[in-house]
């Protein structure tokens, strides 16, 4: 048996025990099932979310496209905030105090605010997000620029490279391994900003469906959704790391 | 300063033409108008046949790497004396001049084609232009099956190679090299100085070469200019009248190899001593 083999082997007899132990438990009424759930309970739950009565579709299209928007939008424009600063270090510096200030915040008690502002529907959940992923991203570009090696620099300079050529043909690729990885952090805040404002308000959403499920005291529910959420995390890393292998060959 | 006044064979066949390269009193200060400004050069003259290879030896901070800076056009620093390359005030970005440092300076998002392709990319090489040749001179550094890969899969003394193959695929006619294989094993060291040799026996670049190592001056060089430590003078202008083509292998046990080093090792000790 190969040691990969092994390994996921190993990781099913461990999760398939635990889930027994949790059944066995709840059935026997040692594990209370109104604290947490149980897992035929919560099976039965997603079953009837996705296949019987498919409310769950709707909720999970809004976070994820909620969260898609604030995670691209975010992004860009830090990037080309960011590029800006390099270009003009004395905006960037009269800039600084207050992206500093506004970044110290606890940047989920705008949300009452930005719920006044733009509503229960998808915006108050986009702004909280991009509010966190453009922060971010943001500095890791500032980060990634600056971190140019100073050797390549002199080359450059040396061979008679025009400041343009400098930019695209070694700033900007030298920065890009920082840059990802501020992106990577981004979409994971973005997911994060979006299910924090629907756990708040919203009209749709997991976050809002889980304040919901949580006030009825649906402890199936809770886990049930907790589960989606941890799964929908670790799709996007598992994404964002395929993206770096094909992105960042020669790292 | 005692100039030695031997007159090698290769001095002798060098064409009377205008000198590659020429320093006329050359002085030098960083920080000038500043409380404490530090005399880097004082009055350096030397200058280079076409074709010469010159090493410049001497203790660290004595200005070798401020030289060949101010050579390159890298160095905005008020100087006095004249300098000269091709006849012409140095700028930056000059396409007669090639410089290569210490470090490799590789990109690591480049395989080692890229990298050696980016000089004359950067100086506006048509493509497959530049891709033919960097290929030829990875070939003539012994790199020839590796031109796919990234910097991060070379050794050490192979990026050494690649940033040769970068360095003289410019085709300029002036090289600067900046202690380039100070940072590598001494053996992977006598290797790249052979490939350096074949690689100048067949392209004839005026070379100034800065290193700390005598033994490596010696093998390289027509001449070797000793400088004192700070303020940077001139200590001696040795010939090197070895015959070419060398092996820098079979030098190291020729005994005028060996007289030279210890001329050469004297003159140094008395500039790191002998100065204000
Ligand atoms: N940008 C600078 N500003 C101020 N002083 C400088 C600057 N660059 C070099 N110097 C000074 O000029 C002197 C000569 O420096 P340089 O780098 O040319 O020495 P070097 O001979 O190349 O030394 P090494 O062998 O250690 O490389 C040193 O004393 C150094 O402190
Ligand atoms: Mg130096």
Redesign the pocket.
């Known amino acids: 048996m190969s040691k990969t083999v092994r390994l996921t082997l190993g990781h099913v007899v461990f999760i398939a025990a635990f889930i027994g132990l949790w059944e066995f438990l709840s059935a026997r009424g040692i594990l209370d099932p109104t604290f947490f759930g149980r897992p035929s309970g919560i099976v039965m739950y997603l079953w009837n979310g996705f296949i019987v009565e498919r409310n769950l579709w709707t909720d999970l299209f809004y976070t994820i496209l909620a969260a898609t928007i604030a995670f691209w939008g975010g992004s860009l424009a830090a990037i080309l905030v960011g590029l800006l600063f390099a270009m003009l270090p004395r905006v960037h510096r009269a800039c600084e105090p207050y992206l500093t200030l506004f970044n110290s915040m606890p940047r989920i008690a705008l949300a009452p605010l930005f719920l006044l502002w733009f509503g229960l529907g998808i915006g108050s959940k986009i702004a909280l997000a991009v509010s966190l992923t453009f922060f971010i991203v943001l500095s890791s570009t500032v980060a990634g620029i600056k971190g140019v090696n100073s050797d390549h620099l002199v080359l450059s300079r040396a061979l008679g490279a025009k400041p343009g050529q400098v930019f695209f043909k070694v700033t900007l690729p030298s920065a890009v391994p920082i840059i990802f990885s501020g992106l990577r952090l981004g979409l994971v805040y973005a997911l994060l900003g979006v299910v924090g404002a629907e756990l708040i308000a919203a009209e749709h959403g997991l976050g809002q469906v889980l304040a919901y499920l949580q006030s009825t005291f649906d402890m199936d529910g809770v886990m049930a959704l907790l589960f989606l959420l941890a799964l929908l995390g670790l799709s996007i890393t598992i994404a964002m790391n395929y993206l770096e292998r094909k992105l960042l060959v020669w790292q | 300063m005692n100039r030695m006044t031997a007159t090698p064979p290769a001095e002798a066949s060098v064409s009377p033409a205008a000198p590659a390269i020429a320093l006329n009193d050359l002085t030098m200060r960083?920080?000038a108008g500043t409380e404490t400004p530090?005399l880097?050069v004082d009055r350096v003259s030397f200058s280079l046949a076409p074709g010469e290879f010159v090493s410049l030896v001497?203790p660290?901070?004595?200005?070798?790497?401020?030289?060949l800076n101010l050579l390159t056009g890298l160095l905005h620093e008020e100087h006095e004396g004249d300098v000269r390359v091709l006849g012409k005030k140095p700028r930056s970005g000059n396409p007669d001049i090639a410089y290569m440092l210490a470090r490799d300076s590789l990109l690591p998002w480049r395989t080692a084609l890229g990298n050696a392709a980016f000089g004359m990319e950067v100086r506006g090489v048509a493509r497959p232009e530049r891709q033919a040749r960097a290929l030829e001179l990875l070939k003539q550094v012994g790199l020839g099956d590796f031109a796919d890969k990234y910097p991060k899969a070379l050794s050490h003394g192979m990026r050494q190679r690649c940033a040769l193959a970068r360095t003289f695929a410019l085709d300029s006619t002036v090289l600067l090299m900046d202690?380039p294989f100070g940072a590598l094993d001494a053996q992977t060291k006598l290797t790249l100085e052979d490939v350096l040799m074949d690689l100048w026996s067949a392209h004839r670049k005026t070379v100034v070469f800065?290193t700390?190592d005598l033994a490596e001056a010696i093998a390289l060089s027509d001449r070797v200019i000793v400088m004192s430590a700070?303020p940077?003078r001139m200590i001696a202008d040795v010939p090197v009248d070895l015959p070419r083509p060398r092996s820098v292998r079979k030098l190291q046990t020729d005994h005028r190899f060996h007289d030279l080093y210890a001329q050469l090792w004297g003159l140094l000790e008395q500039g790191v001593t002998n100065d204000e």
């Open positions: 960083f920080g530090v880097a001497g660290s901070g004595c200005g070798k790497t401020t030289i202690e800065v700390h700070r940077g």
